[in-house]
């Protein structure tokens, strides 16, 4: 690895060069799906260049390549990872599932208890339903309140993402629902409800993450969606917390840790314990729309919504294993993993920011605060271009240390970690700055 190295494109040219000749096996299976996938991916987040390390195997919280690479895994599949990848008593449930049948074609014990269980932790879910994925919940939850309300628009924020079809970052508008959908500042208060005030009339929801996660692990302000809360209650507006991803952030979500309550909460990502899952739900009388009882009921339709695998999963993750004490531990030690990055960039004096809530953790090239993903939209061409080629640097040089983290700075904490783990972390962190300090600057 070049250690004084000047220039950041050639640096990145040679760590592919060194990144391809250690991974043939990856390398040769990209290329035989690209023959059955286009661009031989099926997810468009888990590609990244010159070609993704395809993954064998998975044990606690490592991940181990088709090249023999062993990584400590600090994606944690994009926070769906939380019980890491051979939790016994997730395997049990769904081994024990598994032995009673696949797939039932009726209602079955999993899909209550698991209800049971999230309306218990998180109080604002009077009634819910369970789906396939956090962009289905979404679009659920969108179509209840536009039903609800008799109204048609949905306010979103800039670079939120709410699923495949639901996307407001930079790509991505092509292919979103074609809600009319209204675009506001996040974190900007007197723009957000001005917006509001304006639309009021033909707004049926607000949709928020109240930490925008792909954007780049960016928190919401409580000021801020205490502002949303308010406005939306006084125009009779309803108000969706997407907690996709959030909902680890305490035992009854990021809604109960900053104390706001939302008409509506969309769920997914590790609450089918690793299988795939989507939740949403709120308001008894939102949700009550869907009760197939009434004679104009919403139909929720969806053949995997109660597969037993995910809720019999689902339900010995929340029941035995996230528990509340597990859920404050992994938290702090996302808090004090963030808390170490942004002290260490201060302490050598590199243009790195650490942002985030609990575990997990948004990296950003960055001197400064971040408080909206639009931060970086005023970027001169150039700017952007530094930025793109030190992520690129980073990650490799990151999966080089053994350390295997998203192309665009994304860490997600799973349950089988503790501070050695995070420790491990940090140090890679510091060699790499220590390795590449003359590049990093912006
Ligand atoms: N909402 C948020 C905040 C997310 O982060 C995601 C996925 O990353 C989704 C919705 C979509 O969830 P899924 O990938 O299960 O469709």
């Known amino acids: 690895?070049?250690?004084?190295?000047?220039?950041?494109?050639?640096?990145?040219?040679e760590a592919e060069r060194h990144y391809i000749s250690a991974r043939p096996e990856s390398r040769r299976l990209n290329a035989i799906a690209a023959e059955a996938?286009?661009?031989?991916?099926?997810?468009?987040?888990?590609?990244?260049?010159?070609?993704?390390?395809?993954?064998?195997?998975?044990?606690?919280?490592?991940?181990?390549?088709?090249?023999?690479?062993?990584?400590l895994d600090f994606l944690g599949e994009y926070s769906a990872g939380l019980y890491g990848h051979d939790e016994p008593r997730i395997?049990?449930?769904?081994?024990?599932?598994?032995?009673?049948?696949?797939?039932?074609?009726?209602?079955?014990?999993?899909?209550?208890?698991?209800?049971?269980l999230l309306k218990e932790r998180i109080p604002s879910l009077e009634l819910l339903r369970f789906c396939n994925s956090g962009t289905e919940a979404n679009l659920f939850a969108i179509s209840a309140a536009r039903t609800f309300t008799g109204r048609d628009s949905v306010l979103v924020f800039h670079h939120a993402y709410h699923g495949g079809l639901s996307?407001?970052?930079?790509?991505?508008?092509?292919?979103?629902?074609?809600?009319?959908?209204?675009?506001?500042?996040?974190n900007e208060i007197p723009s957000a409800l001005a917006l509001i005030e304006r639309s009021a009339a033909e707004l049926a929801?607000?949709?928020?993450?109240?930490?925008?996660?792909?954007?780049?692990?960016?928190?919401?302000?409580?000021?801020?969606?205490?502002?949303?809360?308010?406005?939306?209650?006084?125009?009779?507006?309803?108000?969706?917390?997407?907690?996709?991803?959030?909902?680890?952030?305490?035992?009854?979500?990021?809604?109960?840790?900053?104390?706001?309550r939302p008409d509506m909460t969309t769920l997914g990502k590790y609450l089918g314990g690793g299988l795939a899952f989507g939740a949403f739900g709120g308001r008894r009388e939102i949700m009550q729309l869907f009760d197939p009882s009434r004679p104009d009921a919403l139909p929720h339709a969806g053949t995997f919504n109660n597969n037993v695998l995910a809720m019999a999963a689902g339900v010995a993750g929340l029941r035995e294993v996230f528990t509340r004490s597990e859920c404050e531990r992994l938290f702090g030690l996302g808090e004090r993993l963030r808390e170490g990055v942004n002290e260490l960039a201060a302490r050598l004096g590199v243009p790195i920011v650490a942002t985030g809530v609990g575990s997990m953790v948004g990296l950003h090239f960055h001197d400064g605060p971040i408080s909206s993903a639009e931060t970086f939209d005023g970027l001169p061409p150039e700017g952007k271009d530094r930025r793109g080629l030190l992520k690129k640097l980073f990650h490799l040089d990151m999966l080089e240390k053994g350390v295997y983290l998203s192309r665009r700075g994304f860490v997600s904490l799973s349950l089988p970690m503790r501070e050695r783990e995070t420790e491990t972390f940090l140090t890679a962190i510091e060699e790499f700055i220590g390795e590449r300090r003359s590049l990093l600057r912006l």
């Open 1 to 13: 690895m070049p250690n004084a190295n000047t220039d950041l494109a050639a640096c990145v040219a």
């Open 37 to 71: 996938m286009p661009g031989g991916n099926t997810r468009t987040i888990l590609f990244y260049t010159p070609f993704p390390s395809v993954l064998a195997r998975g044990s606690g919280c490592r991940v181990i390549d088709v090249d023999g690479h062993e990584y």
């Open 91 to 116: 395997r049990r449930a769904i081994e024990d599932a598994l032995a009673d049948g696949i797939v039932l074609g009726g209602p079955n014990r999993h899909e209550i208890e698991l209800a049971y």
């Open 167 to 186: 996307s407001f970052g930079t790509v991505g508008a092509k292919i979103n629902a074609p809600f009319p959908w209204l675009l506001g500042s996040y």
């Open 205 to 260: 929801a607000v949709l928020i993450e109240p930490m925008q996660g792909a954007s780049g692990c960016i928190p919401a302000n409580a000021a801020f969606l205490q502002a949303l809360r308010d406005s939306c209650t006084r125009h009779g507006i309803v108000l969706i917390f997407d907690e996709v991803m959030t909902s680890r952030c305490g035992p009854g979500g990021l809604q109960a840790r900053l104390g706001i």
